[in-house]
């Protein structure tokens, strides 16, 4: 008994957060039909680069510009501020680089205050990567890592772009919010 009135709980909580979601998408179809060109390069950024989590918004990539041409959408489009980010960076390890300086080189690049480092996922310096005709290493070629960035309670963020995202590619996107992450019992539901 107790068993079948939790499941109907479950299914009428689903049905509550998909209706929550729907309405966030539809936020975004209206945002993407009024053509603002910075809107949408941010959401076709997140969809070349974005994580396809169904509530949980995350980008990563290595270009200064790109990273913060991201954070400038986050600010405009969703009030986003520093305390709302969790960022963490993945580096090769070597003798010029330390955490220290990579804290300092994606702070300035996203530029707010406040933003939550997480754990950095530090590769250890490959002696068998190097180049021997010039003592190259590979580690030079994204001297300050990869930065993933989340933004805490994002599950409006997510739908908006899905939603514009439908909007600007004429329905011919193959992203299915509905299919990704189908762990409802976990899944957020936010209203704001």
């Known amino acids: 008994k107790n068993h079948k ?3 109907v709980g479950r299914n009428v909580w689903s049905a509550q957060c998909a209706k929550i979601r729907e309405t966030f998408r539809e936020e975004g179809r209206i945002q993407a039909s ?5 809107h949408a390069m941010g959401c076709a950024l997140y969809w ?5 989590d169904r509530n949980q918004f ?7 510009g790109m990273m913060k041409k991201m954070v400038t959408f986050l600010q405009k489009y969703f ?3 520093g305390d709302d980010l969790k960022v963490r960076v993945s580096f090769y390890e070597n003798g010029d680089l330390d955490v220290q300086k990579v804290e300092e080189y994606w702070g300035k690049v ?3 205050e406040n933003i939550e480092w997480q754990k950095h996922l530090i590769n250890p310096y490959n002696k068998n990567k190097v180049d021997p005709a010039n003592r190259v290493n590979h580690v030079n070629k994204l001297p300050f890592g990869v930065c993933h960035l989340k933004v805490a309670k994002s599950t409006r963020i997510v739908h908006h772009i899905y939603g514009a995202i439908e909007t600007y590619s004429e329905g011919q996107t193959v992203i299915d919010p509905q ?3 189908t762990n409802h019992s976990s899944a957020p539901c936010e209203k704001t």
């Open 5 to 7: 009135a939790a499941s």
């Open 34 to 38: 009024l053509n603002n060109a910075d």
């Open 48 to 52: 070349a680069e974005g994580s396809k």
């Open 58 to 64: 995350c980008f990563a990539n290595s270009d200064a």
């Open 79 to 81: 009030d986003v501020k």
């Open 110 to 112: 996203i530029g707010l």
């Open 179 to 181: 299919r990704t992450n």
